[in-house]
């Protein structure tokens, strides 16, 4: 208890502890976005394998592979990584951004991401304080980021981790911690029907699909956490967002305009925005209008 009346009354402590957790589940979350895939793909395999009755795959190696084991490694040398090797973006900045034993340029990626998470982490404490909903929306926040850069490098949003997320929104809907169970549940069937609508259209008009099942349960997840009234400001964000990142990319980048884009992290971080500054949003809105 008192270690709680401390962090009540001292919001500095509480923001640089979790800013503090942010860092080291951004670590952790490096790991995720690197490893789930794999599994998932190896998990696919073995599926097929079986389905099709053909002869078990030769594994090269018999090591298990999770989010646990193997323990880090550097990819080019292969030496693993040591405890004050891993820390987040110190040890980074420590080795210059490369690799202790074969010098091997280390991605920036890592400490960006660890440093986004934090900062995101100490936003989320910001704005709640230390309350429940400080809790559970860093939850979000970092499967959220964990989906995000999953999206980016796969164009897939595992279900392992969107539907507990999505599932977690309904159950906090019985305590109204962000919105009651009715606008939740309703947001979560209107969030899955709208995306999915849209490519049903954009299917038959084009014969193409513009964008993947994954953005329709990311979508429903908002609603279960936000409610419907969540879901308009959403979906304008994350349109506007992506139309004006796709645009640039292929003005400037000569992206080619066959390759798709990912949708699900323009989702991800309107999302998060309404979740911080949604209410806000909507009321500047309807005081523009005159509503």
């Known amino acids: 208890m008192e270690l709680f009346d401390t962090l009540i009354n001292s919001?500095?402590?509480f923001y640089t502890l979790v800013g503090v957790c942010?860092?080291?589940?951004?670590?952790?979350l490096n790991v995720v976005i690197y490893r789930l895939p794999v599994m998932m793909q190896q998990n696919w395999r073995q599926e097929c394998t079986e389905y099709l009755e053909l002869p078990p795959e030769q594994q090269s190696s018999t090591e298990p592979f999770n989010l646990v084991l193997p323990l880090s490694r550097c990819p080019g040398c292969n030496t693993p990584i040591k405890p004050h090797q891993n820390i987040p973006v110190?040890?980074?900045?420590?080795?210059?951004g490369k690799c202790a034993n074969c010098a091997k340029p280390i991605s920036l990626r890592y400490p960006i991401i660890e440093a986004l998470t934090a900062l995101m982490?100490?936003?989320?404490a910001v704005h709640f304080g230390f309350t429940p909903q400080t809790g559970f929306a860093l939850l979000l926040t970092w499967s959220l980021i964990a989906l995000s850069f999953i999206d980016i490098d796969h164009q897939l949003l595992p279900d392992s981790i969107t539907l507990p997320v999505l599932w977690l929104g309904l159950l906090l809907s019985l305590f109204g911690l962000y919105s009651?169970?009715?606008?939740?549940?309703?947001?979560?069937i209107a969030g899955y029907l709208v995306?999915?609508?849209?490519?049903?259209?954009?299917?038959?008009?084009?014969?193409?699909?513009?964008?993947?099942?994954?953005?329709f349960k990311l979508l429903a997840l908002f609603g279960a956490w936000l409610g419907w009234q969540s879901l308009p400001v959403i979906i304008l964000l994350s349109s506007f967002v992506g139309a004006i990142i796709g645009v640039f990319?292929?003005?400037f980048f000569r992206r080619d305009r066959n390759i798709p884009i990912p949708f699900g992290p323009y989702l991800a971080a309107a999302g998060w925005i309404a979740l911080?500054?949604?209410?806000?949003?909507?009321?500047?809105?309807?005081?523009m209008t005159g509503l």
């Open 180 to 188: 009651d169970s009715h606008d939740s549940i309703i947001g979560a």
């Open 195 to 215: 995306l999915w609508s849209v490519f049903q259209l954009f299917k038959l008009a084009t014969g193409k699909e513009g964008m993947g099942y994954g953005d």
């Open 121 to 124: 982490s100490v936003a989320v």
């Open 22 to 28: 942010g860092l080291l589940v951004g670590s952790f």
């Open 11 to 13: 919001p500095a402590l």
């Open 249 to 251: 990319m292929v003005v």
């Open 90 to 96: 110190i040890s980074y900045l420590f080795l210059k």
């Open 276 to 287: 911080l500054w949604g209410q806000d949003i909507n009321q500047h809105y309807l005081n």
